[in-house]
């Protein structure tokens, strides 16, 4: 507890087992997981709480796959259905961000919807530095669940400007 009152100057008070926090904007990263869908509910229920706003940011890759498939020397490659790999990634990242406006429907216009390409860490870090409170989905299970994190989850607990909340996703 103390290291989150070190990091986040606003009133901090414990509601069971949940952190509550006096916030007026709370950024969600949503890309269509278990662990995002509980990220977006466990975000929603603090936000009605509050009063406060939810930013939904989904994030999609600009660049095409490292290994791609062997084309023979000469032949052109097949197009992939509905267009490029870049279109397939950024459609998937939209999918996911639809279903968590949906899921956070409750909130009505306290919610902005952000689809954005780039590296997931540095777009969440960019929107947490103009919110109060970064929710992330930890889809991580098992033995070493409480000691490893996602890439994209500890670069954001060591880069953003604001506290930061790991949702465990439904364990299955």
Known sequence: MAAVRDR??????????ETVMATDRIVVGVD?????????????????????????VAVWAPT???AVPAVPLGAAPEPLSGGTAVDAAERVARTAL????SRAAALGDRI???????????????????????VLGNGRHGVLAGAVTGSVGQHCVRHAGCAVVL?????G
């Open 8 to 17: 986040y100057a606003g009133p901090l008070a414990v509601e069971g087992k």
């Open 64 to 66: 095409l796959p490292v």
């Open 112 to 134: 902005e919807r952000h689809l954005e390409p780039g590296e997931a860490g540095d777009v969440l870090v960019g929107h947490a530095e103009q919110a109060d409170l970064l």
């Open 167 to 171: 949702v465990p996703g439904a364990a």
């Open 32 to 56: 269509g997981s278990a662990a995002a869908h509980a990220a977006v509910d466990w975000a929603v229920r603090h936000a009605q709480r509050l009063s406060a706003g939810l930013r939904l």
């Open 98 to 101: 639809d279903d968590a406006a």
